[in-house]
């Protein structure tokens, strides 16, 4: 079969980019931006949010996941009408995700600054 043009120019540009910025320095990145997300979350003055990722950075990509406790889901909407990308799991857990190729250490500090409103 004959793999659709429009969809392989769209898969070959997002390669580029990715050859462009090199696996080595996202993976990098990636390590400190999902490290730094997770010192913020562990130095927050609110309780009751759990990274039950695992902490050994070799052992996780940039994705977290936070328990909140079943009575916070109203944290996760909280969070998507701030513009934070995120997801619920059932009970009880927000995954996020600091993606290196276009988030920014600043980024991960705001949405800690967001969590811990919401938390309150």
């Known amino acids: 079969s004959n793999p659709p043009i429009f969809q392989m120019a769209a898969l070959n540009a997002s390669l580029e980019i990715f050859n462009e910025a090199g696996m ?15 010192y913020l979350l562990k ?15 070799d052992e996780r990509g940039c994705q977290l996941s936070l ?17 934070i990308i995120c997801d619920w799991r059932e ?3 927000i995954r996020i995700a600091p993606v290196p190729l276009y988030n920014k250490f600043e980024d991960v500090w705001k949405f800690v600054q967001i969590l811990k409103k919401h938390l309150a």
């Open 24 to 38: 080595d320095a996202l993976r990098k990145k990636s390590i400190l931006l999902t490290g730094y997300c997770e």
């Open 67 to 83: 328990r909140v406790g079943k009575e916070n889901k109203h944290v996760h909407t909280a969070l998507l009408e701030n513009n």
């Open 91 to 93: 009970p009880d857990v």
């Open 43 to 57: 130095n927050i003055d609110e309780k009751g949010v759990d990274i039950i990722t695992p902490g050994n950075p």
